[in-house]
């Protein structure tokens, strides 16, 4: 069984999708999307620069785009039918949940462009930040974490959590962390996953209530305890909440896992994922599909499970 899955926030690179605009059909489709937002995705995704790209309220929207663009060509041709499932890690979510047919990718893009708008000024409020820990016993770090006020956001699975908090805090935890534990400052603009998002929560809330939404037609996880879920008005309201509550990537692996999932693709901006999955799930054959040279193998990847 294959598994499609989708990228959060931070997998965006400047440039990462010059190799698809290359080709017209690609070029179009992201066109399409960008007018749809009102955002110049092309432009981000080709000549924008780290800076740009990095804030949340132009990175959302060019991530879920990259990765509709990808699946787009991925599950042409009949190859749709022949997976198992698919996932998305945090924005990555709204990016599965188009592919799922939960969403339109008009209504897709729509809600990424007000969930980027939302959680940017809701971090605009508050300076925070987040860091990833690798390594160290994951109840010592929790126990750390409320000494210092810092909250858990991702649960990445394969020794790495990241935390999100104060920037104080987090230097004190990076200063003395915890035994066997590294802690890496990430390059984001925010708290996100914690309490610190709350005022966007209730913006996306009303926003949502006005999408409409259908029952996925493919098997689709969510990162709140990596079940599967079959409704999806219950899917998009689990993707508001989400904003200030953990990413429990550890368990939606656990679940491909328990399914028995003998191969992972991800969508562009793709690498962040196989990574994690090359720790967390052993042995199972992952692509990375970051450019059009890589559909060849993530297509040799679908027939042969079919």
Do not use: C
């Amino acid at each position: 069984m294959i598994v499609v899955v989708a990228p959060g926030q931070g997998s965006q690179t400047p440039g990462f999708l010059e190799p698809w605009l290359a080709e017209p059909g690609f070029k179009d489709h992201l066109q399409q999307l960008s007018d749809t937002v009102g955002i110049d995705l092309v432009a981000h995704g080709t000549t924008s620069d780290a800076d740009t790209i990095r804030d949340t309220a132009v990175a959302q929207p060019l991530i879920v785009a990259a990765g509709l663009i990808t699946a787009a060509a991925l599950l042409a041709d009949g190859r749709r039918a022949k997976i198992g499932g698919v996932a998305g890690h945090s924005v990555g979510e709204v990016t599965a949940a188009a592919v799922a047919g939960i969403l339109t990718e008009t209504d897709a893009v729509a809600f990424v462009r007000e969930r980027g708008q939302s959680m940017a000024s809701a971090a605009a409020i508050t300076q925070t930040g987040m860091s990833a820990v690798v390594g160290g016993d994951e109840s010592e770090l929790l126990q750390k974490l409320t000494e210092l006020g810092l909250y858990p956001a991702n649960f990445n699975g394969g020794g790495q959590i990241v935390v999100a908090g104060a920037l104080d805090a987090l230097e004190a935890l990076r200063e003395n962390p915890i035994a066997g534990a590294r802690v890496i400052p990430l390059q984001v603009a925010g708290a996100f996953h914690t309490a610190y998002m709350e005022p966007a929560v209730a913006h996306l809330e009303q926003f949502a209530a006005g999408l409409t939404t259908s029952d996925p037609s493919l098997p689709i996880w969510t990162n709140k305890g990596g079940v599967l879920v079959e409704d999806g008005r219950h899917f998009v309201d689990l993707l508001v909440g989400q904003v200030s509550s953990p990413v429990r990537w550890d368990q939606t692996m656990d679940a491909f896992a328990a399914a028995g999932v003998t191969g992972i693709i991800e969508l562009a901006p793709a690498g962040a994922l196989v990574g994690l999955a090359k720790r967390g799930l052993k042995g199972v054959p992952t692509v990375a599909v970051k450019t059009p040279d890589d559909l060849a193998a993530a297509f040799a990847l679908i027939d042969g499970a079919s």
